[in-house]
């Protein structure tokens, strides 16, 4: 069973930065896309980015690329989500997913029903 863990969250004024962190445990193999979702109130989940464990790859979404990177440790049981450049519309809760794969495209963002873990969340708030 996978589980994972999310820290990082918090307040910060537009322009500013957080790092988001993602601690999994029960991985049996390498073989997993993990990524992450928002939801902000009044809106669907979002998928914001997603990166293939085994290889590296990464996506994102359009309202974030260049601003944000999703990475992991060298042990590949963390999952970070680098926030640059942060915009009100960026205030929601933040969630890592995970969903056992052989490999990881950008269309899995496209939806929460293909993700088979989720962690508990972590609130980002950004002021203006």
């Known amino acids: 069973q996978v589980q994972m863990v999310e820290s990082g969250g918090g307040s910060v004024r537009a322009g500013g930065s957080l790092r988001l962190s993602c601690a999994a445990s029960g991985y049996t193999s390498s073989n997993y896309c993990m990524g992450w979702f928002r939801h902000a109130p009044g809106k669907e989940r979002e998928g914001v980015a997603l990166i293939y464990i085994g290889g590296g790859s990464s996506y994102y979404a359009d309202s974030v690329k260049t601003r944000f990177i999703i990475s992991q440790n060298n042990a590949k049981d963390t999952l970070y989500l680098q926030m640059n450049s942060l915009k009100p519309e960026d205030t929601a809760m933040y969630y890592c997913?995970?969903?056992?794969?052989?490999?990881?495209?950008?269309?899995?963002?496209?939806?929460?029903?293909?993700?088979?873990?989720w962690g508990q969340g972590t609130q980002v708030t950004v002021s203006s």
């Open positions: 997913a995970a969903v056992l794969r052989y490999s990881c495209y950008s269309g899995l963002l496209a939806s929460d029903r293909w993700w088979n873990y």
